[in-house]
Nanobody, 123 residues
């Protein structure tokens, strides 16, 4: 599985961005998917995760109520809608795929990773 993120950029605080992650392969619909982020000097953290069907989702407390993860299995794409962005959301955002179909909330459960896309939120 190859994952390619897009949609990153620079935005002012309070603004919105939508990240997309396009996956190759015919088994996309069987993968649990996640979005992680890593800020300079910090560890990579899970932002949001979604099960294969989209029926189960998880959000980190820091983004709950502001970010929404979704997927379109027909398009082999997972999205992260980010609203009310804050400067502390600045990071490289990574898409990841897990061969475990359920929602996976630990980094070790993911088998494939994208190259990342930079999100910068200015105050």
């Amino acid at each position: 599985v190859q994952l390619v993120e897009s949609g990153g950029g620079e935005v002012q605080a309070g603004g919105s961005l939508r990240l997309s992650c396009a996956a190759s392969g015919r088994t996309f619909s069987s993968y649990g998917m996640g979005w992680f982020r890593q800020a300079p000097g910090k560890e990579r953290e899970l932002v949001a995760a979604i099960s294969w069907s989209g029926g189960s989702t998880y959000y980190a407390d820091s983004v709950k109520g502001r970010f929404t993860i979704s997927r379109d299995n027909a398009k082999n794409t997972v999205y992260l809608q980010m609203n009310s962005l804050k400067p502390e959301d600045t990071a490289v955002y990574y898409c990841a795929a897990s061969s475990i179909s359920a929602m996976v909330i630990f980094a070790g459960g993911y088998d494939y990773w994208g190259q990342g896309t930079q999100v910068t939120v200015s105050s």
